[in-house]
């Protein structure tokens, strides 16, 4: 029963993450401005980074845990960067 239950909510949560990530790839797409694509980017990696998460839950492997965090950490640098780039048109300062 428990089983059956778990497939249901990974099935659902998956369904859900993905829904979210097509979502935020046409707001990649279209955004009007910059700060929107920097928003639905965020929300593309949270999205690919939970996917793994959910996955690994199903499949018990701790592989993709691994792959999530380090998905976590070069979005979380790449958020950085480009909110910098953002505000002062340059990463690196001279």
Do not use: H
């Amino acid at each position: 029963m428990s089983t059956l239950i778990l497939n249901a909510a990974v099935g659902f949560a998956l369904l859900c993450f993905t829904l979210g990530l097509a979502c935020a790839a046409i707001r990649l797409v279209r955004g009007p401005r910059a700060e929107d694509r920097v928003l639905a980017l965020d929300t593309i990696y949270i999205n690919g980074m939970l996917i793994l998460l959910v996955l690994g839950l199903r499949f018990e492997a701790g592989l993709y845990f691994d792959i999530a965090l380090l998905i976590a950490l070069f979005g979380f640098v790449g958020s950085a960067a480009l909110a910098k780039f953002l505000l002062r048109g340059e990463v690196i300062e001279p």
